[in-house]
């Protein structure tokens, strides 16, 4: 997937784009790829307020594991950061009951991209449209 150029199918004919002009790949299949520098992260929730993607890095050697990374954006429109609550607490710096909120509810890095089953969406989602 790290090629210069994409060949996309679209309404029967196929188009040649480059790289930079594509925002997002969506598969067959439903999946949502956002294209962002060198990277394919893939976005665990189109039409949220606050983007999730995710990016599983392969085994290169016998012996190592699967390795899954989360990333954000504060935006549809905004750069692809490392989810981590620091970085979401700068991304949304100035939105004091938000900020407050992410220290009550997430104790860890990892409770970022909890999913809540009962309400079909991502906790992060759902704090932060508590908070607006």
């Keep these: 997937m790290n090629s210069k150029y994409f060949f996309i199918q679209q309404n029967g004919a196929v188009k040649k784009l480059g790289r930079k002009d594509l925002y997002a790949v969506k598969y067959c299949d439903g999946r949502v790829f956002r294209v962002f520098g060198d990277g394919f992260f893939a976005w665990l929730n189109p039409g949220e307020a606050i983007p999730l993607y995710e990016v599983v890095e392969n085994p290169v050697a016998k012996g190592n594991i699967c390795r899954t990374e989360y ?12 989810l981590t609550r620091d970085n979401v607490k700068a991304a949304f710096a100035g939105d004091a009951k938000f900020e407050e909120a992410l220290d ?13 089953s009962y309400n079909k969406c991502y906790r992060l989602d759902r704090v932060y449209a508590i908070c607006k």
């Design 71 to 82: 990333y954000f954006s504060k935006d549809a429109r905004s750069a692809i950061q490392q």
């Design 104 to 116: 009550l509810q997430f104790g860890s890095d990892r409770d970022l991209y909890a999913y809540d």
